[in-house]
């Protein structure tokens, strides 16, 4: 149940509520990254979304509520389904647009086939590579993070990241040019 009061700045809050709230979010942390987490399926990403929770609560005046703990990871739900709700419809809209685009090798058939195995060699490419530099990768070409939020949130430099983004893309690259490796009963 909440308990309104009326709207104070940050600055006119009573440095108790304040104390209170961040003690109770640097408890209630660990869980709601958990919960997050198993939602979006990416601690990177979960991580992000909570410090995103923190920073939605702090900036505004805070609200009595009977029990924080339990709100605060209610908040945090909401905010991985607010999360994959927008992915969806960025997805969706991705998927529009390629849907748009005329198939310019006359054989859909045959582009269907190549573009399934350039993914399998990209995904390949993308298995083999550190855990860190796939991370990197995955934020900012698939959860669209710049590469200062990247090193931010993982203590790197923004050189690093860039770095690691060079072998990732270098990586797929290269999987793109190597020959795909025949199967029995395929023709060379």
Not at 63 to 82: K, M, P
Not at 117 to 146: C, S, W
Request: hydrophobic share 40%; proline share 6%; with cysteine.
């Amino acid at each position: 149940m909440l308990i309104s009061h009326p709207p104070k700045s940050p600055d006119e809050e009573p440095h108790g509520a304040r104390a209170h709230f961040l003690q109770v979010f640097l408890s209630q942390r660990s869980q709601m990254e958990a919960l997050v987490n198993r939602r979006v399926g990416c601690r990177a990403t979960a991580a992000d979304l909570v410090q995103d929770l923190f920073l939605r609560f702090w900036r505004r005046p805070l609200v009595q509520v009977e029990e924080l703990s339990t709100y605060l990871l209610r908040c945090a739900g909401n905010i991985a389904i607010d999360h994959l709700r927008s992915e969806g419809a960025r997805v969706r809209v991705n998927e529009g647009w390629q849907a748009d685009e005329p198939d310019s090798s006359g054989s859909e058939p045959q582009a269907a086939l190549e573009a399934g195995n350039d993914l399998r060699h990209v995904e390949a490419a993308l298995r083999a590579l550190p855990e860190r530099t796939r991370q990197i990768f995955l934020l900012n070409r698939i959860h669209g993070r710049k590469y200062a939020d990247i090193a931010k949130a993982m203590g790197l430099s923004q050189s690093a990241v860039e770095k690691h983004m060079m072998r990732a893309l270098e990586a797929c690259k290269a999987s793109l040019r190597e020959p795909a490796p025949r199967t029995p009963g395929t023709a060379p």
